[in-house]
Each structure stands twice: as C-alpha cells, then as structure tokens.
C-alpha cells in the first residue's frame, strides 16, 4: 500500500518555526516529485512548495518565499518544510503529496496534479 504520513504540525506562537516531515511506507521515493500544500478552513487547498526528485527543482508559492524551505532525505524517504517566521495566516492542515518526477512552478499550483496523498497534519499559529 502507497502511503505519506505528515508529523510535526502543532501549536506554535507567531514568529516561531516547524518543520514538517512526510514519510513514505510501500513505495520509494527517488522517483517522485514531493508538494506541500495546506487547507485552513473555508478555504481552498492551495500549493506551499514542491521539490522534484532529483532535488535540482524547488518552488514555493510567493507568500512562502524566503521563509520555508523544502528539502528531502532520499535514504530516509522523506521530505522535509521548515516554516520560519511563522504567521496566523500560516494555520492550516498541511498535505504532501507525490507525482512522477517532475514540478514546477505551474504544477505546485495544482492539487489534482499530484497521485498520492497524506492525511495531513494541523499547524496553528497563535498566540
């Protein structure tokens, strides 16, 4: 069975950092772009981040730029967002998901780009 499982969401003050992992059990990972992506209630999925499988591809979405950073550990199977600098409009459920190899600037802003998904993990910053 092709799994992803996201941990290390949680309650974090403004200004404060996470970082997300997503794990991957029945499959590998080599071969597969990894996206990020959040939900906050009322709203949208909409694309965080994304990193290719050869790791020479990485975007975010503009509001994230400087301020997470993607990255993956292929002989652990996972992928990794460091949030910093976190804001109250950061707080959301966070996704990742997998695709074959490839993303971009344009699939990141594509959930129904993606084949494989977690179940998420709730991030709320507050105060």
């Given at each position: 069975?092709?799994?992803?499982?996201?941990?290390?969401?949680?309650l974090?003050?403004?200004?404060?950092?996470?970082?997300?992992?997503c794990?991957a059990s029945?499959?590998?990972?080599?071969?597969?772009a990894?996206?990020w992506f959040?939900?906050?209630?009322g709203k949208?999925?909409?694309?965080?981040?994304c990193?290719?499988?050869?790791?020479?591809?990485?975007y975010?979405?503009?509001?994230?730029k400087g301020r997470?950073?993607i990255?993956?550990?292929?002989a652990?199977?996972?992928?990794?967002?460091q949030?910093?600098?976190?804001?109250p409009?950061?707080?959301?459920?966070?996704?990742?998901?997998?695709?074959g190899?490839y993303c971009?600037?344009?699939?990141?802003?594509?959930?129904?780009?993606f084949?494989?998904?977690?179940?998420?993990?709730?991030?709320?910053?507050?105060s």
């Open positions: 069975q092709l799994q992803l499982v996201e941990s290390g969401g949680g974090v003050q403004p200004g404060g950092s996470l970082r997300l992992s794990a029945g499959f590998t990972l080599d071969y597969y990894i996206g959040r939900q906050a209630p949208e999925r909409e694309g965080v981040s990193i290719s499988s050869n790791e020479g591809s990485r975010y979405a503009e509001s994230e997470f950073t990255s993956r550990d292929n652990k199977n996972t992928v990794y967002l949030m910093n600098s976190l804001k409009g950061d707080t959301a459920v966070y996704y990742c998901a997998a695709r190899y971009s600037a344009a699939i990141v802003r594509l959930p129904e780009a084949d494989i998904w977690g179940r998420g993990t709730q991030v709320t910053v507050s």
